[in-house]
C-alpha cells in the first residue's frame, strides 16, 4: 500500500540489512490514471475519485516498507518452474512410454497365485506381516501367544506410524543438519533401514537367500547401519561444526 | 443552489462535467451502479496491487543473504520433492478423470465363462480404446511417481530437521497424507480386479480382520463383509475416485498453504 512514498527520502523500513527494493513500487491510483488510456483511464478517474477519502487515511498509516532484494518472480522463478515441471512431467510421460504397466489374469477365487504381493511402497507394512516369530509367547499362558501373529503383524505398523508422529515432540531445538545431530540421523537412517529390509523380508519367497538369515538381518541390519552413521557423523562434527560456528559468530557476534 | 442533499462524491454532476462518449457515459454509469452496491473497487485495488507486487522482489533466502555455505546448492533438488509430488498428484487426478470416463467397477461377467466387468473394461481399455494404454500407463506412473516423490520427501524432511518446532503440525498433517497416498495407491490397485487385485484384497480383509475390538466393523465399512465381493469394488472405486480426491486434495492445500505461512524450512 505504497500510496504516495513518491518521496522516496522518508520510506520507512524495517531497519533491515539496508538492501533496497527497486524502484517499481505499486503506484498510486493517479499513477495508474496518467499511464493509461480510454476506459480504464475513466474507471481509474472514477476510482480515484471515489477512493480520495480513503487516501488521507493511509496516508497517515505507520505502514512500514520491509527491504527485500531477490529474483523477480516474473519472468525468473516462472519461467525455472515452468521448466521444471515440464520437465517432470515429461519424466512421467517418457516412463508411462518406456514401461507400461502390465495385466494379470482376471480374479480366480478358485486359484490362489503363488506370489501375492502388494504395490512396492507397502512392502514395508507387508514385511510386518511377517513377523510371527517375534511374537513372544508367554509363559504364563502356557506357551500360549498372547495374540495371533497377524495382529500382532497389524498392531506393528500402528507402533511405526506412532514412532515417526511423535519425533517432532521429542527432538526441538535449531539444529537442522544432520552433523548436528548424529543422534538424530541415526534414528534416520535405522529406520530407512529397516523399511528397506522390511520389504526385503516381505518377499523372502523371490529372496535368492536363506529365509532364516534374511530374518535375521532384517534386524540387525538397521542398528548396524545407525551406528555406522552415528560414527561418521560424530567423527565429522568436529571440524564441521568448527566451520559452522566461527561463520556464524562472524555473522552475529555472541553479546 | 437547491436544498437537494449533495452528496460530496456526487459522481452524477461529475458524470456530467465530462463530456463523455455515449460509450464512455454507459460504461460508467454501469461501473458506478455496480460499485456502490458491490465496491469493486476494493478487490479491484487488491487484483492491481497483487499485479505490481508479482513484479516485486522475494526475500533473499537464508541461505543466500547470509552466503552460509556456497554448497548449499548440491541440496536444492531434493527440495522440489514436495512440487514434485503434488505435480504427480495432479497430472494422476487428470488421467484418472479420463480413465473414469470408461472404468466400470463391476465384478459380475457379461457373458458365462468371461472375465468380469471391471476387469474387461480394463482390457477394452488397454486393446481397443485410442490412446488408452498410453493413459493407463501414465495413470499408473504418476501414481507410482507421487509415492515415490512423497517418501523421498519425508526423508528429506526428517534430515534437514525440518520437521522441528514450529513445524510439528505439517509434519503431523504429512504423515496423514503419505498414509491416505498408500491408501489411494491399494484402492486403486484393486480397481483392475484381476489376480493380484483380488488377492491383495483378501490380504486386506484378513489384516482389517485382525485388528483387536475394531476388526470386523473396519472390514465391513472397508470392504463391505467379510469376504470379496461386489461391495468391496464398489466401495474401493468410491473411495479412490470420490472420497479420497476430496480429502487429499484439501489436505495438500492445507499442507502447502502452511509451508506458505512458516517458510521453507532451510538448513542453517
Known sequence: MTDDNTNTDDIETDGGTGIVAPDDETPTWRERKERTEGLSRLTYEYFERARSEDESLRRESDYVERDVLAFPTWPHETVRNLALTSFFVGMIIFLSATLPPHIGDPANPNSTPAIILPDWYLYWSFGLLKLGPLNPELAILGGQKLMADRTYGVLANGVIVGAITVVPFINKGSARRPVEQPFWAAVGMFGVTLAFTLSMLSVKNLMPMNVDLLFDLTFLAPPIVAAITYAVLKTMREGYMYDLNRRYYRLRPPK | ?268
Open chain 2, 1 to 268: 443552489m437547491s436544498l437537494e442533499k449533495k452528496d460530496e462524491y456526487d459522481h452524477k454532476n461529475w458524470l456530467e462535467s465530462k463530456d463523455l462518449t455515449p460509450v464512455e457515459a454507459t460504461f460508467l454509469t454501469a461501473l458506478i451502479w455496480v460499485d456502490k452496491r458491490l465496491r469493486i473497487v476494493d478487490y479491484l485495488e487488491l487484483l492491481e496491487s497483487l499485479y505490481y507486487r508479482s513484479n516485486l522482489q522475494m526475500p533473499k533466502s537464508h541461505t543466500e543473504q547470509y552466503d552460509l555455505d556456497n554448497k548449499f546448492w548440491y541440496w536444492y533438488a531434493l527440495y522440489t520433492l514436495g512440487f514434485f509430488s503434488t505435480l504427480a498428484y495432479v497430472v494422476a487426478a487428470i488421467s484418472g478423470a479420463l480413465l473414469g470416463f470408461y472404468y466400470v467397477p463391476a465384478v459380475g461377467s457379461a457373458g458365462p465363462g468371461e472375465a468380469s466387468i471391471a476387469y474387461s473394461q480394463i482390457a477394452f481399455i488397454m486393446r481397443d480404446l485410442q490412446f488408452g494404454f498410453m493413459l493407463r500407463s501414465i495413470h499408473r506412473w504418476s501414481a507410482q511417481v507421487m509415492t515415490a516423490a512423497v517418501f523421498l520427501h519425508m526423508l528429506r524432511v526428517y534430515f534437514t530437521g525440518a520437521y522441528k518446532e514450529p513445524r510439528e503440525l505439517n509434519w503431523l498433517l504429512g504423515i496423514v497424507l503419505i498414509s491416505l497416498t498408500m491408501v489411494f495407491g491399494y484402492s486403486g490397485y484393486l480397481l483392475p480386479w484381476d489376480q493380484l487385485a483380488f488377492w491383495a484384497g483378501q490380504i486386506g480383509v484378513e489384516m482389517s480382520l485382525s485388528i483387536p475390538l475394531i476388526g470386523e466393523w473396519v472390514a465391513q465399512l472397508l470392504f463391505g463383509g467379510f469376504s470379496l465381493s461386489q461391495a468391496t469394488l464398489q466401495r474401493m472405486y468410491i473411495l479412490h475416485v470420490f472420497l479420497l480426491p476430496f480429502v487429499v486434495t484439501t489436505l495438500i492445500a492445507i499442507h502447502i498453504g502452511i509451508v506458505w505461512v512458516q517458510g521453507i524450512a532451510e538448513p542453517h
